[in-house]
T-cell receptor
Framework: GDSVTQMEGPVTLSEEAFLTINCTYT??????LFWYVQYPGEGLQLLLK?????DKGSNKGFEATYRKETTSFHLEKGSVQVSDSAVYFC???????????FGAGTRLFVKA | DVKVTQSSRYLVKRTGEKVFLECVQD?????MFWYRQDPGLGLRLIYF???????EKGDIPEGYSVSREKKERFSLILESASTNQTSMYLC??????????????FGDGTRLSIL
């Protein structure tokens, strides 16, 4: 069945460091792919998305490229800030579209 | 600003009580969802609804029921609360997308403790 695998956390970085959070998926066909972010004490919110192969989603300095050949959608940011400390979830829609399949989440800590 | 509102941020109940968690969305969305979030287990879908009075079981429906009498409101019910239902509960909504997936909008969660 469809699934999402994320790198385990927590990831701890210093401010201005480069961030990569790995995400790979298994799916029927070529679904849209998403990153959600959960800041402390809040629910999830959509960070970025890509709807087809080779698309790059971007928002708030974060980027992710839909790689069909490696079935990956890695999240990157060139220079993280303390305010980026959160849990990041990679996700894709289930076959049929009603439900979302979430990865386990990767917690990011950014130190000043 | 669009919003999903959960009635309580924190709730403490006793074993055996019937517990109601309420969720309201103001975006006229067709789909609504209840998840629980536990450390190391990520988000797990309990129930969802794609229309008023319609409901579908998610991955972990045991011990829970839901009610959707109005489009904007989706209630999660713990029929007889148990300590293993202590968790963070998240409500979400999304518009009907047909074959096109629509991202979900989440509330801020209810942290429920069962003593």
């Amino acid at each position: 069945g469809d699934s999402v695998t994320q790198m385990e956390g927590p990831v701890t970085l210093s401010e201005e460091a480069f961030l990569t959070i790995n995400c790979t998926y298994t799916a029927t066909g070529y679904p849209s792919l998403f990153w959600y972010v959960q800041y402390p004490g809040e629910g999830l919110q959509l960070l970025l998305k890509a709807t087809k192969a080779d698309d790059k989603g971007s928002n708030k300095g974060f980027e992710a490229t839909y790689r069909k050949e490696t079935t990956s959608f890695h999240l990157e940011k060139g220079s993280v800030q303390v305010s980026d400390s959160a849990v990041y979830f990679c996700a894709l829609p289930s076959t049929g579209g009603f439900k979302t399949i979430f990865g386990a989440g990767t917690r990011l800590f950014v130190k000043a | 600003d669009v919003k999903v509102t959960q009635s309580s941020r924190y709730l403490v109940k006793r074993t055996g009580e019937k517990v109601f968690l309420e969720c309201v969305q103001d975006m006229d969305h067709e789909n609504m969802f209840w998840y629980r979030q536990d450390p190391g287990l990520g988000l797990r879908l309990i129930y969802f609804s794609y229309d008023v009075k319609m409901k579908e079981k998610g991955d972990i429906p045991e011990g829970y029921s839901v009610s959707r009498e109005k489009k904007e409101r989706f209630s999660l019910i713990l029929e007889s609360a148990s300590t293993n239902q202590t968790s963070m509960y998240l409500c979400a909504s999304s518009p009907a997308g047909g074959l096109v997936y629509q991202p979900q909008h989440f509330g801020d969660g209810t942290r429920l403790s069962i003593l």
